[in-house]
């Protein structure tokens, strides 16, 4: 099975979040992640994204999670992949990796 081009989007604030205390930061949860999903999937086709959402944000979609960030609805760091929340807060790469053998994703 093929599978698709993925994009990983990982919402986020240079503040960590309220109750995510002792929690790596936003930009330190993407870096990680990235670092993590390209060393068990190597052969796969990945975009990552970090979204500041103190930033202005352009992409309509993008700025619609960050208000609902703001709003309380989602905690962030917020992953999401292909347009489904994978995991907020505290990350952990069980959920990433598992949504992305979900996809036809195989670890190398």
């Known amino acids: 099975m093929a599978q698709e081009k993925l994009t990983v989007e990982i919402y986020g604030a240079d503040i960590v979040c309220a ?13 990680w992640l990235e670092a993590a999903i390209t060393r068990k999937f190597p ?3 990945l975009t ?15 700025l619609s ?24 807060g505290y990350i952990q790469l069980k959920p990433v990796f598992s949504a992305l053998e979900k996809y036809g994703y195989i670890a190398e």
């Open 43 to 45: 052969d796969h086709q």
């Open 19 to 31: 109750s995510c205390v002792n929690a790596p930061s936003s930009k330190d949860t993407y870096e």
């Open 48 to 62: 990552f994204l970090y979204i500041d959402i103190e930033k202005p944000i352009e992409d309509e979609k993008q």
């Open 65 to 88: 999670i960050a208000n609902q960030i703001a709003n309380d609805e989602f905690f962030y760091p917020l992953i999401m992949i292909n347009e489904e929340v994978i995991g907020e």
